[in-house]
């Protein structure tokens, strides 16, 4: 605001020091005589005509400024896009001991285990017997350390984990419950032994899966 004050009043200045000059050259040199101007009048003029200069110029600059700001707006509206795209929010498990009972979860309704189930970690969970179909996928049954009878149902492939499972493998997953199911033709033809056909499972959604040999 200063600044423009300031502005106008040098504009103002050297406006009326022109109109003086101009004049003073005229009657001089070219012998015209003009009517004489009031000063107070000069300087009105000489103040208006400043003002238009820098609200000219102060218009000029804003729509500048504006079409800079747009395209710095722009610019950052794109950066933000791609980290949005790029940044995954980290997910956070909880532990299944502390949500369910590991006895009585199987006897549960699939609308509870649905609205617990989400975002869980099985931990240290032992394998009970696991196969491989034609596909590639494992499907491992696990069961958690009290609870022996409480089956969880995993079915993967190599690109959640690539290495070895044995029945002394201690499994970590993490992911989300999707219901329960029985086993069933499919888990039997994979390798886990008929005994365990029509029991009853948990089964997960993985995520990611850890297995310790």
Known sequence: MIYDISVITMLALFLFSFVVLIRWILKKFFKINIP???????????????????????????????RMDEQSESKAAIESSKKARTKKPKQQYKNIETIFNMHSIKYLSNRRIFAKGAGVVLRNFKVI??????????????????????????????????????YDSRITVFGSLNGKSRINDSQINSGIAQRYAGKRVILVLIDKIQVKN
């Open 129 to 166: 017997d696991f196969g491989a179909d034609k596909m590639k996928q494992y499907h491992v049954l696990i069961a958690p350390k009290n609870a022996s009878h409480t089956y969880f149902l995993l079915v993967f492939g190599d690109d959640l984990y690539k290495g070895r499972i044995t």
């Open 36 to 66: 004489n101007l009031s000063r107070i009048r000069i300087v009105v003029v000489s103040l208006l005509s400043g003002l238009l200069i820098v609200g000219l110029g102060y218009q000029f600059r804003t729509s500048a400024q504006k």
